[in-house]
């Protein structure tokens, strides 16, 4: 079964080597890309969707994200409003309402969200656990987004929790809960922040997890300079995320190597923190992605239009950057190569814009822009 999807005004495919196609037409067969190009040059198909000169661009791809939790944090974010500094302190009360939970409650709570994403174009979303801290309830929740997506990430190394020791959590972390949790992860990360995971904890629990067959990314750089980005880079992790505040030296770390500095700038939006330099990364040579963050605490937007447009207004990208950063960025921050862009072979996950062009995510904020998406050439 093959599907022509024609009358697309412009294509953008997120392939460096054919970025942006006007006038085009694109073909799905078995869920898959099987050709993009100018609609005048289009084969035949057995089925035809005109989408009558609107954009098209490759679902977004989010790479960081917190899904598995109870509770709400409205009494933190309005403090905040009112003046108070965020300092992550408030993961702990998630932590306790989390644990509280039924299993059926996370489920649905996470499912909703997940939801919610497809709504607002995201069909590759990564979920991590961290608001269990203590071996049963990382498990379970590390089980429960296995029920979401592929992209699973341990974070028992979230912070430590309430009258535990720094120096016994971090054994637990990197070992017993570990083992119980690598079996429903594909990643391992850390908190590496004033007031969470020093350096040194963060290579021990990084390396145990890389031992036991995960892949690393790392939270660097959220709220102070310290070691977390180079860490990141120093071990092969695909992602540092946050890079808010980097030296020089981060800056040159993620430009020479292979690890994705992902921006999430819904943090910024909800703590009246300072927003990432997206321009001097991407001036620098380094690969940059685009994340919501969601989460109850510190950036509750289950929206990546909405993060492009905050990239593009206050960190210094422009749309087809954000574009790029929320797609095929995405995907390079889980590496992988089947997702964030359109081209041949790829999964036919693909975003239909009320608009002629992918620059109306920023030029009208706020306003609901996707009119359909396809996942894995299915219309949703």
Same mark, same amino acid.
């Given at each position: 079964?093959t599907?022509?999807?024609d009358?697309i005004?412009l294509?953008?495919?997120g392939d460096?080597?054919?970025?942006?196609?006007?006038?085009?037409?694109l073909v799905i067969e078995?869920g898959?890309?099987a050709?993009?190009?100018?609609a005048?040059?289009?084969?035949d198909a057995?089925?035809?969707?005109?989408v009558?000169?609107?954009?098209?661009l490759?679902?977004?791809v989010d790479?960081?994200a917190?899904?598995?939790?109870?509770?709400?944090?409205t009494?933190?974010f309005?403090a905040?409003m009112s003046?108070?500094?965020y300092?992550?302190?408030?993961?702990?009360?998630?932590?306790a309402?989390?644990?509280? %939970?039924s299993? !059926? *409650?996370?489920? =649905?709570?996470?499912?909703s969200?997940?939801?919610?994403? #497809?709504?607002q @174009?995201?069909t590759?979303?990564?979920?991590k656990s961290?608001y269990?801290?203590?071996t049963?309830h990382?498990?379970?929740?590390?089980e429960?987004?296995t029920?979401l997506t592929d992209?699973t990430?341990?974070?028992?190394?979230h912070?430590?929790p309430a009258?535990v020791?720094?120096?016994d959590y971090?054994?637990?972390v990197?070992g017993?809960?570990?083992?119980?949790?690598a079996?429903y992860a594909?990643?391992?990360?850390?908190?590496?922040?004033?007031?969470?995971?020093?350096?040194d904890q963060?290579?021990e629990?990084?390396?145990a997890?890389?031992k036991?067959?995960?892949q690393?990314?790392?939270?660097?750089?959220?709220?102070?300079?310290?070691?977390?980005?180079?860490?990141?880079c120093e071990?092969? %992790?695909?992602? !540092? *995320?946050?890079c =808010?505040h980097?030296s020089a030296?981060d800056?040159d770390? #993620?430009a020479? @190597?292979?690890?994705v500095?992902?921006l999430?700038p819904?943090?910024?939006?909800s703590?009246?923190s300072p927003?990432?330099d997206?321009?001097?990364l991407?001036d620098?040579?380094a690969t940059v992605?685009?994340?919501t963050d969601c989460?109850?605490?510190s950036?509750f937007?289950?929206s990546?239009?909405?993060?492009v447009?905050l990239?593009?207004?206050?960190?210094?990208?422009?749309?087809?950057?954000?574009?790029r950063?929320?797609t095929?960025?995405?995907?390079?921050a889980?590496?992988r190569t089947?997702v964030g862009?359109?081209?041949?072979g790829?999964?036919?996950?693909?975003v239909?814009?009320?608009?002629?062009?992918?620059?109306?995510?920023?030029y009208?904020p706020?306003?609901?822009?996707v009119?359909?998406v396809?996942q !894995?050439?299915?219309?949703?």
């Amino acid at each position: 079964m093959t599907t022509l999807i024609d009358g697309i005004g412009l294509l953008y495919t997120g392939d460096p080597e054919c970025e942006e196609i006007t006038d085009a037409a694109l073909v799905i067969e078995d869920g898959l890309v099987a050709w993009t190009g100018p609609a005048a040059q289009a084969p035949d198909a057995d089925e035809r969707v005109h989408v009558g000169g609107r954009a098209v661009l490759p679902g977004f791809v989010d790479s960081h994200a917190h899904l598995i939790f109870a509770g709400d944090r409205t009494a933190e974010f309005q403090a905040r409003m009112s003046g108070e500094s965020y300092t992550g302190g408030g993961i702990r009360t998630t932590v306790a309402a989390t644990r509280a %939970a039924s299993d !059926a *409650d996370l489920a =649905t709570r996470a499912r909703s969200l997940v939801e919610e994403m #497809l709504a607002q @174009g995201t069909t590759t979303v990564e979920i991590k656990s961290g608001y269990g801290l203590s071996t049963e309830h990382e498990r379970r929740s590390l089980e429960i987004a296995t029920t979401l997506t592929d992209e699973t990430t341990y974070l028992g190394a979230h912070v430590v929790p309430a009258g535990v020791d720094a120096d016994d959590y971090v054994r637990l972390v990197a070992g017993e809960m570990l083992e119980a949790c690598a079996p429903y992860a594909k990643w391992v990360d850390v908190f590496c922040e004033r007031g969470a995971f020093d350096g040194d904890q963060t290579r021990e629990i990084l390396n145990a997890g890389i031992k036991a067959g995960l892949q690393a990314r790392v939270h660097a750089n959220q709220l102070t300079e310290g070691p977390g980005v180079r860490i990141a880079c120093e071990l092969g %992790a695909a992602s !540092a *995320d946050h890079c =808010t505040h980097l030296s020089a030296a981060d800056v040159d770390a #993620l430009a020479g @190597g292979e690890t994705v500095a992902t921006l999430l700038p819904g943090a910024e939006f909800s703590t009246r923190s300072p927003y990432p330099d997206a321009r001097r990364l991407i001036d620098a040579g380094a690969t940059v992605a685009l994340a919501t963050d969601c989460n109850p605490g510190s950036s509750f937007t289950s929206s990546m239009p909405f993060c492009v447009a905050l990239a593009v207004r206050e960190m210094g990208m422009t749309p087809l950057e954000a574009v790029r950063a929320a797609t095929y960025g995405g995907a390079r921050a889980l590496r992988r190569t089947d997702v964030g862009w359109l081209r041949r072979g790829a999964r036919a996950d693909l975003v239909v814009l009320d608009a002629p062009s992918y620059v109306h995510l920023a030029y009208r904020p706020g306003v609901p822009l996707v009119h359909q998406v396809f996942q !894995a050439g299915l219309l949703l």
